[in-house]
């Protein structure tokens, strides 16, 4: 299953979070705590920008409305943040972004909203579970070869000095 989905994003354009629902599932408490939801939303962000490098050319995170606990403050060099506006939910902002696209099946939406998930596969996306967008990520983080900073080489002038 795993490998299936792995090919799936290989081939991915445009990969676009359901931010909630992922979160739910990456950070269950973080989400349950109003005082800790903008602390939990950061971290989540943190967390996609490490497993969804390479994973597909674009990353979106849509978040229910700025009204639900502020959008302020929410900036990544990698991923696009996204808030719903005032009396729309994420959900509506995926679709109509799904429904935007010329080219829907370049999409794979994260969710595990089952009704959103067949939303956006009738207008031509590809859909993916969030536990299995984690597993799967959390897989290639530790399959990732890890850099590591070594010194530059010596040169043979430092071991042999010049003669005068």
Do not use: N
Request: charged content about 25%; some cysteine; glycine content about 10%.
């Amino acid at each position: 299953m795993i490998a299936a989905i792995a090919h799936r994003l290989m081939h991915t354009t445009w990969l676009i979070i359901d931010g909630y629902s992922l979160l739910h599932r990456f950070d269950p408490q973080g989400a349950r705590r109003p005082s800790g939801l903008q602390s939990a939303r950061q971290k989540l962000v943190r967390h996609v920008e490490e497993i969804a490098t390479g994973q597909a050319d674009r990353v979106t995170i849509v978040f229910d409305g700025r009204e639900a606990g502020g959008g302020e403050g929410y900036e990544s060099p990698a991923v696009e943040i996204l808030f719903s506006p005032a009396g729309r939910t994420a959900d509506a902002v995926i679709e109509r972004l799904v429904h935007d696209c010329s080219t829907p099946e370049s999409i794979v939406v994260v969710s595990s909203d089952r009704l959103e998930r067949q939303t956006v596969s009738a207008r031509g996306a590809q859909t993916m579970g969030c536990g299995d967008f984690l597993a799967e990520g959390e897989q290639r983080r530790r399959h990732r070869p890890h850099r590591t900073t070594r010194p530059p080489p010596s040169t043979l002038g430092d071991y042999f000095p010049e003669k005068k």
